[in-house]
């Protein structure tokens, strides 16, 4: 099942994908339908009862590693983001002003569904509840390094859009045989697949849950392959992940 | 106003945010290994670390020692809770609704040059006060930098972290960061923990009880224990 979070007439609903059109979940509404075009789309999280973990990953592909220069890293360089930088499907990033270089990272988001603590490898996709895209966007002029890649550079407003849709783990067949791929303005710019990951969605659960237990509603945002350019205002970039959708943003000025 | 930013037991309802580098001793500890590969100059923007809400520890609480470390850093820093209407405020920085004692452990780590999450995030590595206490009630933001923290360690105080020897003071960093990003409400912005004199920080093993105490707050008592292999 495709899930959405989505806002229309004025409430937050939840709605699933049917036939082509959200379906409300909304029981005073529920059968109601609409088009993707009448709604908000919101991220397809379900509200939780304590602060989310946002957990994110750099140079997990090793194409991306060698683009940026760097050997692979020996074990998954993490970082993490607060909440308040992810955004809905359909929505507007700002590249603030006078900046060179801002890039969109299409990445495959792994949603957890339940507490998840030591978890081993072997069960590890047993906790996740599904899958989402995400477009980590990052401005490389603000980087520095110190605890790097910094909150600047990563945890800006507008700037992590999320969604369309929350696939639930039982139709995703194998997470890590998924193709990805993102196009600027209808012209494709990275393709890659979830195969080449470094660290794959089980070995990340393993390590995050050695040291943190995440709770039902955390997220890890699992890296992005080779393929990464400047955008521009005005410029439309849909992220897509095989199977779970694309992921459409336009990038504005501020 | 019932807030519950001044319930009890106070736990964050927003995003933790830490801040590295910002008391005086410690900068100028590492100012000259500032220039030095990897970090290749001083720190411009705040440099910031995420509080996730697996190391929220309540007051009183207990805090483990991950099987196979024997200590920890532990510090006293002061978290200000933002408090709606943040985004509103006519002068475009976030309001500060309370403050509140904060004990931020970490794993001890000698590079500051990647993002320390298996130092910081571990479960239960964030000591929180058991009440906000109202910022007004303070002095507002100019009055925190009278305050005096004190960390005490088994009945012995090891250190006193003093909020006038902050590189950005609160209301400097309030407007940096936020410069960036939107402090919602009920995030927390810790000022960022002082160093001892050498660089190090004050210990904490299994077995240990650390206090935090400042003037106008009820102290901030957490216990250490090993966990389990």
Known sequence: ?254 | MNRPELAVPYLPRGTVYGTLLNFQREHALWAPRMVDAPYLGAPQAPVLYIKTANTFTPAGGAIALPAGVQQVDVSATLGLVIGWPAQAASSGAPEVLACVLMNDVSIAHESYYRPPVKYRCVDGFLGVGAAGVPLAALGGLPGLSTLALELWVNGVQQQTVFLNELVRDAATLLSDVSGFMTLQDGDVLMLGTDCLPDGSRVCARAGDTVDIRAPGFAALVNTFTQEAA
């Open chain 1, 1 to 254: 099942m495709k899930r959405a979070r989505i806002a229309w007439a004025g409430a937050v609903h939840d709605a699933i994908e049917h036939e082509g059109q959200l379906q409300l979940l909304t029981p005073a509404l529920s059968g109601q339908r609409l088009g993707f075009d009448e709604v908000v789309w919101l991220p397809p999280l379900l509200p939780v009862p304590r602060p989310r973990t946002v957990l994110a990953l750099g140079l997990n592909y090793a194409d991306h590693a060698r683009e940026l220069a760097f050997k692979a890293p020996a074990e998954p360089l993490a970082f993490v983001k607060g909440e308040a930088s992810l955004i809905g499907h359909r929505a507007f990033t700002v590249r603030p002003a006078g900046v060179k270089f801002m890039h969109y990272e299409c990445e495959l988001a792994v949603v957890i569904g339940r507490t998840a603590k030591r978890v081993k490898k072997a069960d590890a996709l047993d906790f996740v509840a599904g899958y989402t895209v995400a477009n980590d966007y990052a401005i490389r002029d603000y980087l520095e390094n110190w605890y790097r890649p910094n909150l600047k550079v990563k945890n800006r407003d507008t700037c992590t859009p999320i969604g369309p849709w929350l696939v639930d783990a039982a139709d995703v067949a194998d997470p890590m045989q998924l193709a990805l791929q993102t196009s600027v303005n209808g012209t494709v710019t990275q393709q890659g697949s979830t195969a080449d990951m470094i660290f794959d969605v089980p070995t990340l659960i393993e390590y995050f849950s050695s040291f943190m237990t995440l709770q039902p509603g955390d997220l890890i945002l699992t890296g992005t392959p080779d393929g990464v350019v400047d955008c521009q205002p005005g410029d439309v970039v849909v992220t897509s992940i095989e199977g779970l959708g694309e992921l459409s943003n336009t990038i504005t000025s501020p």
